[in-house]
């Protein structure tokens, strides 16, 4: 166990442990790395510890389970994704999410697939799974389909609005099943602009950047 796993605490303390944040930090990278690489059944407390260089009874003390480390891990990722987006166009907006959900795409989509089969047999695990990863993503995309009606760009009531967010989403998830590949930028662009922008308004959909 490596001597910066613990900071000296009181004698009464309880059974979690006093773990530095950046330490802490550590920990969830490694155990989000070995998600992706290997799943979560595969996942185990001593390849986490064995990753970090550090006592397992170090991560038992502090977690006390696989699943609950790996919903702290989940809960460390939590960001406002996509929030900085705001082009003053519909197409603009869109088309800038899809180049930063590409980005997010080789990171991201594996972690999902890794997870969503045990996220189906743990509540809890399937919320941190929805609050780190897709959460944020429909809120920011939300957001941008709320401003362009707000600007008169879409109708009210048009009824495609309220799946942008399932679309995009969804397609950044199935093309490494349907293709074996990623949803890189070239691709989710062109699924924005012959997709998401003729359904949410009809005509060409070619304005904003490329």
Known sequence: MSSHDLVQEPAQSPRRSKITPERAQEFYTAV???LRESGYESLTMEGVASRTRCGKSTLYRQWGSKPELVVAALHSTRQILLSHIDTGTL???LLEAARALATDSGRDTPLMHALSHAALQSPELLCALRESLIVPYLAAIDAIVKRAVERGEIAEQNPAAEFVSAQL???MRTRPLLEAKTADEA???RFVK???LPALRPGPATTGSD
């Open 32 to 34: 989000l790395d070995l």
């Open 169 to 171: 989403l969804g397609a």
């Open 91 to 93: 197409a603009g907006d």
């Open 194 to 196: 012959s997709a998401v």
């Open 187 to 189: 691709y989710l662009t």
